[in-house]
């Protein structure tokens, strides 16, 4: 079992960046992709980064691109997400999961951190 924390989530002006973490428990935290999705009201979670158990391979979504970078750090069982050139439609609860591959489909993701809020103000 993996327990999921995020931080870094916040309020920041439009053109801004902020650099989530998700911290996980447990030993095995290697053994798991990773990936970040984000969600608003009455809208599907969205995918918007994942990465390979040993970190070598990423994947951004062509909606976030050039603007979103993830990584993770097996040594300290964490994974960021480094968010830049914010705008107000980048504004949702961000959550990350684990799961054994990466994939876009939230139900690939066994487990789930309780999210975090980030609001960006035009």
């Known amino acids: 079992q993996v327990q999921l924390v995020e931080s870094g989530g916040g309020l920041v002006q439009a053109g801004g960046s902020l650099r989530l973490s998700c911290a996980a428990s447990g030993r095995t935290f290697s053994s798991y992709a990773m990936a970040w999705f984000r969600q608003t009201p009455g809208k599907e979670r969205e995918f918007v980064g994942g990465?390979?158990?040993?970190?070598?391979?990423?994947y951004i979504p062509n909606s976030v691109k050039d603007r979103f970078t993830i990584s993770r750090d097996n040594a300290k069982n964490t994974v960021y997400l480094q968010m830049n050139s914010l705008n107000p439609e980048d504004t949702a609860v961000y959550c990350c999961?684990?799961?054994?591959?990466?994939?876009?489909?939230?139900?690939?993701?066994?487990?789930w951190g309780q999210g975090t809020q980030v609001t960006v103000s035009s």
């Open positions: 999961a684990a799961g054994s591959v990466v994939g876009t489909t939230s139900g690939l993701y066994m487990y």
């Open positions: 990465i390979s158990r040993s970190g070598g391979s990423t």
